[in-house]
């Protein structure tokens, strides 16, 4: 079983505070803590390919903080990612790794963020995106959603 956070799987190092992966494994976590993250965010529901039980209790025993956005995927809300860009927002200064089961709900709520928050290019975005996945047409159909309802909330401020 491997312990280097670059095996985890598709994990992916978006800048020097924010790395985004699939599920961990127990022995992981202890690579992440080691590897400078304070900050683990899951988006995975508990019933998730691999989700561990005791994960809350894993990651604050190694010193850092957890946050679950259990993220159902076939359904996900504006509310879970208004919560996720709440949380990325408010610990901006903390390094940060983000994990669902397979780095799918994750990597589009990435893009979203840069999108919406960084206002960064579809181009710019996709590429990290496209580097775990093309979303399928539901989360096609979310991002859209969520674009659009960030920009006219934006034009009503």
């Known amino acids: 079983m491997s312990d280097q956070i670059e095996e985890i799987f598709n994990f992916l190092k978006l800048s020097d505070r924010l790395a985004t ?3 961990p494994t127990e022995a992981q976590f202890s690579a992440i803590a080691q590897a400078g993250y304070q900050v683990v965010i899951n988006l995975a529901v508990p019933e998730s390919t691999n ?14 903080q957890y946050v ?9 809300t504006l509310n879970d990612l208004d919560r996720f860009f709440t949380i990325l927002n ?8 983000v994990h669902c089961a397979m ?8 893009y979203l963020y840069r999108r919406i928050h960084d206002q960064i290019s579809h181009e710019a975005a996709s590429q990290d995106l496209y580097q775990i996945w093309v979303p399928n047409e ?3 159909k979310f991002i859209q959603h969520a674009i ?4 006219a909330q934006n034009l009503n401020e």
């Open 138 to 140: 539901d989360w096609q």
């Open 21 to 23: 992966a699939g599920q």
């Open 90 to 97: 408010t610990k901006a200064e903390n390094h940060i790794f």
């Open 68 to 76: 679950h956005i259990p993220v159902i995927w076939t359904e996900p």
């Open 51 to 64: 989700a561990i039980p005791h994960e809350p209790e894993i990651v604050e025993s190694l010193g850092m």
């Open 103 to 110: 780095n799918m709900r994750v990597s589009a709520f990435i």
């Open 148 to 151: 659009a309802h960030y920009q």
